[in-house]
């Protein structure tokens, strides 16, 4: 490869018409192209907003916040970036608004910028552009796809145009804009309409930004006549009009975009060979067995954010992983851990053959999930408790089994006379919300002959972590002797990380999040055993 070959390439992925057309599925489904086809890729997101990173948001505003393995807490697109590639992404993955600036001001105030007046541009621009270039330094990568967050138009997305302006001019053929728009059908008319994408185009060309590939979303296709109607009025080949229509699963999009040819045209205009095809035998056999299951089993997951999809997605996306694994369709049932109480258990999770407790903050919902618990563990349903919802099974059983009837999280009660979860020890002098609790990656050791061992065949792992409240191991002693085990504990502050149940057929709750590192090509193991053990359970062997 030349040394010109050799330098790394620029994508940069824009949205116009409206919000939530799906830049980050487009984005990642471009990078597995090129990844298929020997290319090293990585993905980025760089978001408007003035907040420093999304941890402090609350899930309503911006859905799940995703870790990663260096604890940067990001924007939940950073997890179909790892699902799709199967590589770990980092803080340097996710760049805010409030990052930019943060750093900028920082700057100004050590001198760094002399005495000059600071201004958007040229220093919010090339805060912006070193953010970009800063994952191609050394030529690490072939490709660097930079998802710019928002819609064309928006005010806060302006210095970011800009910066894309100046790299175009800056990086010539090593740089490609990729803009995806929206072409609405109008049922009335019965007819697919390209204004508003016209207008999307203009409103970048009023920025100086000419976008060299146009990835449209439709539900209905679109045939030769509207894509040449599209490329005349938006300066682009009738080649560079990419159809992206509506489909039952976001794993299809990467096969949609090799059919219409996506990754041939990035390649093309950045000058890099095409003649390599795409190696995705193992991603077609995931979406045969995804859309050819062999059974059903239905699990419940019990959250205070269930009717917002996006709240859980690692955890959903995990379930749809362990059931293309099973060769089963996961039915997933949202229950709302507000609305449950012991006269509606019964009602509530008929027909369900597994338990799954989510994570979250706070005491809102928190009884719900307990007695949800209480009803997994004597009806030996399986279950899973995944960070509060391990903690709330130790509460429950602290409650029902060892009679300690007050005990509680100090979180939720901070007078408790048994604080069975408690505030980290280093944590207790902080006050701050942002940046304070146990982020990304930490070791865990299994205990043998325990259920987690089997399941990972290690007795060493390593998980990622988002909490401040952990299991008092003063109580650890009564908890063993009455049958709930630390099957898992961190080797270096002895930190209970998993507790099981031993007389139950299947009953585990993590302190850490298995659901950030579970991908197509890896599904996590706990998610692929609790759907095996949950279909065991619905044909009668649990």
């Not at 192209?33 to 990173?53: E, M, S, V, W």
């Not at 709330?392 to 300690?404: D, K, M, Q, S």
């Not at 630390?486 to 850490?512: C, R, Y």
Request: hydrophobic share 35%; net charge neutral; proline share 4%.
């Amino acid at each position: 490869m030349s040394t010109v070959e050799s330098q790394t390439r620029y994508i940069f992925v824009t949205g116009g018409v409206t919000s939530s057309l799906g830049k980050g599925i487009i984005s990642a489904s471009l990078a597995k192209l090129l990844q298929a086809r020997g290319y090293t890729a990585t993905i980025q997101k760089l978001d408007p907003y003035i907040n420093i990173d999304p941890g402090t948001l609350n899930p309503y505003e911006h859905g799940e916040c995703y870790v990663t393995e260096d604890g940067a807490e990001t924007d939940l697109d950073l997890g179909h970036y790892e699902r799709f590639l199967n590589t770990p992404t980092s803080q340097a993955n996710n760049v805010t608004t409030g990052r930019i600036y943060q750093s900028v001001i920082e700057k100004e105030r050590r001198g760094d910028y002399l005495g000059e007046t600071v201004q958007v541009i040229p220093h919010i621009t090339d805060e912006i552009k070193h953010s970009i270039q800063l994952l191609g330094e050394g030529n690490k990568y072939d490709f660097v796809i930079t998802e710019i967050g928002g819609t064309v138009g928006d005010i806060e997305s302006l210095p970011y145009i800009e910066a894309i302006r100046q790299l175009r001019w800056e990086l010539g053929n090593r740089c490609v804009v990729v803009h995806l728009t929206l072409i609405p059908y109008l049922s009335a008319a019965k007819e697919l309409k390209t204004k508003p994408t016209q207008h999307s185009v203009k409103t970048m060309l009023e920025y100086g930004v000419q976008p060299d590939i146009l990835v449209c979303r439709t539900e209905k296709p679109l045939n030769d006549s509207i894509k040449s109607k599209i490329a005349l009025f938006c300066n682009v080949n009738a080649a560079s009009v990419i159809e992206s229509i509506d489909t039952d699963s976001i794993y299809k999009v990467p096969l949609l975009m090799r059919d219409e040819k996506l990754d041939i045209q990035v390649l093309k205009k950045t000058r890099m060979s095409a003649n390599c095809l795409p190696e995705l035998d193992k991603w077609e056999e995931f979406i045969d067995r995804l859309q050819n299951p062999e059974k059903t089993v239905k699990i419940a997951l019990v959250g205070k954010y269930v009717e917002l999809m996006d709240a859980y997605k690692s955890i959903i996306e995990s379930l749809i992983h362990a059931g293309a694994s099973n060769k089963c369709k996961v039915d997933l049932k949202m229950v709302h851990s507000e609305h449950i109480n012991t006269r509606k258990l019964k009602t509530i999770f008929d027909g369900i053959s597994g338990i799954l407790v989510a994570p979250g903050f706070g005491e809102r919902g928190i009884e719900g999930k307990i007695t949800a618990i209480e009803y997994a563990r004597k009806n030996k349903i399986p279950f899973l408790g995944i960070c509060l919802g391990m903690q709330c099974a130790t509460i429950e059983f602290a409650r029902n089994v060892l009679n300690l009837k007050k005990a509680h999280s100090t979180e939720m009660m901070p007078e408790t006379p048994h604080p069975i979860i408690d505030i980290m020890e280093q944590q207790k002098k902080i006050t701050l919300k942002g940046g304070t609790m146990r982020l990304g990656a930490y070791d865990c050791t299994l205990k043998e002959n325990t259920r987690v061992f089997g399941i990972y065949g290690n007795k060493f792992i390593s998980e990622r972590h988002r909490h401040r409240f952990e299991f008092n191991n003063k109580y650890l002693e009564i908890f063993e002797i009455n049958g709930m085990k630390a099957s898992g504990k961190n080797p270096e502050t002895d930190l209970v990380e998993i507790m099981e149940l031993t007389e139950h057929p299947w009953f585990i709750g993590v302190q850490f999040h298995p659901e950030y590192k579970s991908t197509v090509a890896n599904p996590h193991p706990l998610f692929v055993n609790f759907v095996k053990a949950s279909n065991e359970f619905e044909n009668g062997k649990g």
